[in-house]
């Protein structure tokens, strides 16, 4: 007979994983807002002539090896030129970018030194910035959101208070949720926690199996992540190829 009454989440319980959800809603509804969207050469030219952007940066490749985040746009590395990727964020928050070198030959007027960018097509941006007056406007684009580091981070800690401190889960042992939260992108480690094991959900421990015997190991949730991974990978870069980055952002650094 499987005994459930020790794991009906009580209403302290219930609020605090209401509170999480909410947070990791918010928090990924902005991250999907603010992710990196590729543009036309002319759409950036657009957004700097109507002066529609609040910032911008120079930079050469999206770094897909650096530290991987919850929720975090990719870093964009520069090599000392500036350009070819020209990026920028809009008065609405959202994040674009362009590669100059698509552009090819561009009217340069010698007000910026051309020597300095990777190509025409930068230079000539450069120029559009000058004429506008938003050369004072270069800052970090592709920072976090600082709503979302924090969100990130009260999300983490909560997950590492109680899965060290709360009551012991019973499908996994902690360090298979420790391991699976970890890896898997997006928090999603953390939403099949909470839907899925004490405190949480009304589990019920199989009659005849001690702990030690029935849960699922640390090295499963590792593997686990990291499977999660590569076919979120997979699946965001097909709906992106269907879609298009307006709705589905190209995640492919998450891999």
């Known amino acids: 007979m499987a005994v459930d ?21 918010v928090a990924a509804a902005l991250s999907w807002w603010s992710a990196p969207r590729q543009a036309g050469y002319d759409e950036a030219r657009a957004a700097v002539a109507g002066k529609h952007l609040t910032e911008y940066r ?31 964020r809009t008065d609405d928050g959202r994040i674009h970018w362009t590669d100059t070198d698509d552009l090819g030959d561009a009217t340069l007027t010698g007000t910026v030194d051309e020597d300095g960018y990777s190509g ?11 004429a506008a007056g938003l050369e004072d406007r270069s800052g970090a684009v592709d920072a976090q959101p600082p709503w979302v580091t924090g969100a990130e981070a009260l999300l983490i800690l909560a997950f590492l208070a109680v899965v060290v401190t709360g009551p012991a889960p019973v499908l996994g042992t902690r360090w298979y949720w420790f391991w699976l939260t970890w890896t898997a992108p997006y928090g999603l480690g953390l939403m099949f926690w909470l839907f899925r094991d ?23 949730g590792l593997l686990t992540g990291i ?10 870069s097909v709906l992106n190829g269907l879609l298009g980055d307006q709705w589905v952002p190209d995640v492919g650094w998450l891999a």
């Open 227 to 236: 499977l999660a991974s590569f076919l979120l990978s997979v699946v965001v």
């Open 120 to 130: 025409p097509g930068a230079a000539s941006i450069a120029q559009d910035l000058a």
């Open 58 to 88: 120079w930079g050469d490749s999206w770094d897909s090896d650096g530290p991987r985040r919850w929720f975090g746009n990719p870093t964009l590395r520069s090599a000392g030129t500036q350009g070819p990727i020209f990026a920028w």
């Open 198 to 220: 004490r405190p949480w959900s009304r589990t019920a421990r199989p009659a005849g199996k001690s702990d030690t015997d029935s849960r699922d190991r640390g090295w499963l």
């Open 5 to 25: 009454s020790p794991d009906r989440p009580g209403r302290w319980w219930s609020v605090f994983r209401a509170a999480l959800l909410v947070m990791w809603l």
